[in-house]
């Protein structure tokens, strides 16, 4: 076979590598005509989603991690090169002072509506942003909370930083193992779940659109809280004792541990007729399992132990 010009190939390879690729983002189209080098990552499940695609030299740094929680030993290693360039949200400065060209965020998972970092906001300054499938309801209609909000991030990282392949099999294997396991659990009636994040006089909890309601049905629950259509956000403690939950799942970061929040629980009169009180049945989830990451699949593990283990 004749090869081809050297010169003629080098123009192909190249135009193969400048090829332009669209990924859909909430309600946007976000066409990329090159691979981002300089990628920055909002919060712990976000940065734990470019870690897993091997995509740290595609980084410049991460931010929103610090400020409300820590780093287990693995995800310290797969940052340790990295710099955490704000410990909360970061400002449009901070993105900007780090020449950055590609910024994975969500909406309150580092953006705010009405806030100075967004889409729209960074773009004069040549910096693309991908938005976390979950955060979509904040500025827009999307269905309910599912393992697809999860495995889309992760396939269209794969689109935007060129490594599909390594994006289809990680999905491919999560849907796997997750099925796997759902074959030998042994489940009943639908157990009714409430997430328990944060707030004393009002209770912070994950709704309709938020990851938890995924993870509780794959684990054969139900969030007693999927009526409020919105993804995370704050409820009344009358809303709570009315739904009478078998089981509190709590979400541990921040300053008050897991076993505060339960005692807290346990140790209120208003909260005392509440299956889940009267039989001690509390399952903690961290933060980066509770959102929507890599961790998934063992989140649904650890419920459905805790769910209908004897």
């Known amino acids: 076979m004749k090869s081809l010009p050297i010169a003629f190939g080098l123009m192909g390879l190249a135009s193969a590598a400048a090829a332009d690729v669209t990924v859909q983002s909430c309600d946007r189209d976000v066409t990329f005509d090159k691979v981002p080098t300089a990628a920055i990552s909002n919060d712990v499940n976000l940065t734990e989603m470019m870690l897993v695609l091997g995509l740290a030299d595609k980084m410049v740094g991460y931010t929103g991690i610090s400020g409300w929680k820590t780093l287990d030993e693995d995800m310290r290693s797969g940052v340790e090169e990295l710099p955490e360039l704000s410990a ?46 979950e955060s979509c309801i904040h500025v827009g209609d999307k269905p309910k909370a599912s393992l697809d909000d999860m495995y889309n991030d992760l396939l269209n990282l794969g689109k935007i930083f060129d490594v599909e392949d390594k994006a289809a099999a990680l999905v491919d294997g999560y849907k796997a193992e997750l099925a796997a396991f759902q074959e030998t659990l042994e489940t009943g009636d639908p157990l009714r779940v409430f997430v328990y994040d944060s707030g004393e006089d009002k209770p912070f909890t994950a709704g309709l659109y ?44 921040g300053n008050v541990t897991a076993e505060e929040k339960r005692a807290f629980m346990m140790n209120n009169p208003a909260f005392a007729e509440l299956d889940a009180v009267k039989n001690d049945r509390f399952v903690t989830l961290e933060y980066v399992d509770a959102t929507p990451g890599p961790r998934n699949i063992k989140a649904v593990k650890t419920l459905s132990e805790a769910f209908w283990s004897k």
């Not at 002072?97 to 960074?122: C, H, I, R």
């Not at 049905?217 to 009526?227: F, Q, R």
């Open 88 to 133: 909360k949200y970061p400002s449009k400065e901070v993105l900007i002072g780090a020449d950055a060209d590609f910024f994975f965020a969500g909406w309150n998972y580092g953006m705010k509506v009405g806030g100075e970092v967004t889409p729209e906001s960074l773009a004069p300054f040549g910096i693309d942003v991908y938005e976390l499938t």
């Open 210 to 253: 938020a990851m938890p309601t995924a993870l509780i049905e794959a684990a054969g629950g139900t969030n007693v809280m999927d009526d409020f259509e919105k993804s995370w956000g704050t409820v009344n403690w009358e809303a709570v004792v009315e739904k009478n939950p078998e089981v509190v799942v709590i979400v541990n970061y």
